[in-house]
Nanobody
Framework: QVQLVESGGGLVQAGGSLRLSCAAS????????MAWFRQAPGKERVIVAA????????YYADSVKGRFTISRDNAKNTAYLQMDSLKPEDTAVYYC?????????????????WGQGTQVTVSS
């Protein structure tokens, strides 16, 4: 059974930074794309960023480009999301997910493993 566990969420002031981690257990995910999604209150869950298993390709939503950085450490079976210059509109529950595909990165139905989420709250 594969488990993804997110950590690193919390409360931060606008302009601050947080680093989210997603630790996988149960199997090696080095051949999977890893992604971060978020769901704000009353809104649909949307993709934030993704990184290919080779680490050679990344994807970012326009709303976070230049502020967020996704990375992964395959030896530790862990993915990260460095979030800088945070804004109140970044407030959401952040989920990590894993997919064996890279051709439909924003599509949630291509992700086979999901974490339970971690809350990020950015105060103004």
């Amino acid at each position: 059974q594969v488990q993804l566990v997110e950590s690193g969420g919390g409360l931060v002031q606008a302009g601050g930074s947080l680093r989210l981690s997603c630790a996988a257990s149960g199997r090696t995910l080095s051949s999977y794309a890893m992604a971060w999604f978020r769901q704000a209150p009353g809104k649909e869950r949307v993709i934030v960023a993704a990184i290919k298993w080779t680490k050679t390709e990344t994807y970012y939503a326009d709303s976070v480009k230049g502020r967020f950085t996704i990375s992964r450490d395959n030896a530790k079976n862990t993915a990260y999301l460095q979030m800088d210059s945070l804004k109140p509109e970044d407030t959401a529950v952040y989920y990590c997910a894993a997919s064996a595909r890279w051709d439909y990165v924003p599509r949630q139905d291509t992700y086979v493993y999901w974490g339970q989420g971690t809350q990020v709250t950015v105060s103004s």
